[in-house]
């Protein structure tokens, strides 16, 4: 039964939350995310393989294909759908420490922009691929990402923007959490950004998708734990 974690990251990738849901419908009756990851734990696969080796993969899989625009926010929606119906499975495992995030990501659109389209994706992504999210939602100020940050001092920082004048604002909120935690690595990303920008305000990271900044994520996090 080790292909469990395979059907597991299969369903993830393709959307299939359980066995009553049509979606999609080439698997139409066939058992989903749900119904195997409670058949792995019943099969005493651990919790962290379940995790990383069919949730997480399921997700890198729909991750770089939305990347390559080789499928679209609808498809990687349901794929959230169905990962977090697998972490509904999961969860006590997180609490008891059995099984461990791998970071925590404090995410938010900044101050004056209301747009949370790109920061959903990210967020889904990010939480499908093993991180921790606190989502601070839209509109949010410097004191906010500060507050955040008193709370969780290890998290990295994802700032979004799809309005060129509250770009200022990105700017101003960046340099702030510099000054009160210099150490704190910081992601910019949004339509009218580029790196140019995230250098000249002193962001350490701009991305212009979800699975890029999950694997720069990565990339720091094991460089951290070595």
């Known amino acids: 039964m080790e292909n469990i974690l395979e059907q ?7 959307g299939k939350i359980n066995r009553s849901v049509p979606y ?4 139409k009756g066939e058992p989903g995310v749900d119904e195997l990851t409670v058949q792995a734990l019943e099969l005493n696969f651990p919790p962290s393989e379940i995790l990383s080796r069919g949730l997480i993969a399921g997700m890198e899989r729909i991750g770089k294909k939305f990347r390559e625009n080789l499928v679209f926010v609808p498809q990687v929606l349901m794929s959230a759908k169905a990962m977090d119906c697998g972490m509904m499975h999961l969860k006590k ?9 791998k970071g925590k990501l404090i995410i ?3 101050e004056g922009d209301l747009h949370d389209i790109g920061k959903n994706l990210v967020s889904m992504i990010a939480e499908g691929n093993g991180y921790e999210i606190i989502d601070l939602g839209v509109d949010v100020p410097a004191t906010k990402f ?8 290890s998290a990295f920082v994802g700032m979004s923007a ?10 101003v909120i960046n340099q702030t959490i510099k000054q009160a935690f210099p150490e704190v690595i910081t992601f910019v990303g949004g339509a009218p950004l580029n790196r140019e920008f995230a250098q000249k305000i002193g ?12 694997e720069i994520l ?9």
């Open 218 to 226: 990565d990339k720091l996090t094991i460089n951290n734990a070595s």
């Open 203 to 214: 962001a350490d990271h701009y991305t212009d998708g979800p699975q890029e900044m999950v």
């Open 162 to 171: 799809l309005l060129t004048t509250t770009m200022a604002n990105m700017a």
């Open 93 to 101: 495992f997180f609490v008891d420490g059995t099984v461990a995030h």
């Open 108 to 110: 938010g659109t900044v």
């Open 24 to 27: 999609p419908p080439e698997m």
């Open 146 to 153: 500060i507050e955040a940050l008193q709370d969780h001092p």
């Open 8 to 14: 597991i990251a299969n369903c993830v990738d393709k």
